[in-house]
T-cell receptor, first 112, second 113 residues
Framework: KQEVTQIPAALSVPEGENLVLNCSFT??????LQWFRQDPGKGLTSLLLIQSSQREQTSGRLNASLDKSSGRSTLYIAASQPGDSATYLCAVLNQAGTALIFGKGTTLSVSS | DAGITQSPRHKVTETGTPVTLRCHQT?????MYWYRQDPGHGLRLIHY???????DKGEVSDGYSVSRSKTEDFLLTLESATSSQTSVYFCAIRSGTQYNEQFFGPGTRLTVL
């Protein structure tokens, strides 16, 4: 059974710092991996999607990497801002494409 | 926002009553999903649909049923609500591209007293 783990569960950093969020999964047979952002009391916003054949994707200050063989992904946030404060969720899509399996998230707090 | 709406957005109900949550999409996506989000468990798949009248179970389907009579609507029904079904429920669609990216609705907060 696929399990997704995100470490750390919470992270506090000062504004301007670069940071890395980690995601690991137990079964490398995935279709893709998505990173989401969730603000308190809100829905999920898709940030980046990495296909299983890709190594990384970039969007603005965000860069996500994927190492399928080791079952790891990282989300790199450059020059963090207070507006980046949110919970970040990692999810893998099974090979059949039928189900996203989520980690429990990393709650990020960026102080000004 | 992928044109997904959920109704109601908030609901308080009593144990044993039936509850139906609605997910509506405007972009003709084939795949639709229902998830629940609980502290300590993250998001878990309840049911999904791959077309009109085509549905299948997810990880936590006990106590829930779904129906999809039109492409745009996916209904989640709790036949007899229990306190353990107090949760935030999210609907999602899967894009029609080869990337299979999922997009989520705003959620429904359900409290069962």
């Amino acid at each position: 059974k696929q399990e997704v783990t995100q470490i750390p569960a919470a992270l506090s950093v000062p504004e301007g710092e670069n940071l890395v969020l980690n995601c690991s999964f137990t079964d490398s047979a995935i279709y893709n991996l998505q990173w989401f952002r969730q603000d308190p009391g809100k829905g999920l916003t898709s940030l980046l999607l990495i296909q299983s054949s890709q190594r990384e994707q970039t969007s603005g200050r965000l860069n996500a990497s994927l190492d399928k063989s080791s079952g790891r992904s990282t989300l790199y946030i450059a020059a963090s801002q207070p507006g980046d404060s949110a919970t970040y969720l990692c999810a893998v899509l099974n090979q059949a494409g039928t189900a996203l399996i989520f980690g429990k998230g990393t709650t990020l707090s960026v102080s000004s | 926002d992928a044109g997904i709406t959920q109704s109601p957005r908030h609901k308080v109900t009593e144990t044993g009553t039936p509850v139906t949550l609605r997910c509506h999409q405007t972009e003709n996506h084939r795949y639709m999903y229902w998830y629940r989000q609980d502290p300590g468990h993250g998001l878990r798949l309840i049911h999904y649909s791959y077309g009109v009248k085509d549905t299948d179970k997810g990880e936590v389907s006990d106590g829930y049923s779904v129906s999809r009579s039109k492409t745009e609507d996916f209904l989640l029904t709790l036949e007899s609500a229990t306190s353990s079904q107090t949760s935030v429920y999210f609907c999602a669609i899967r894009s029609g591209t080869q990337y299979n990216e999922q997009f989520f609705g705003p959620g429904t907060r359900l409290t069962v007293l």
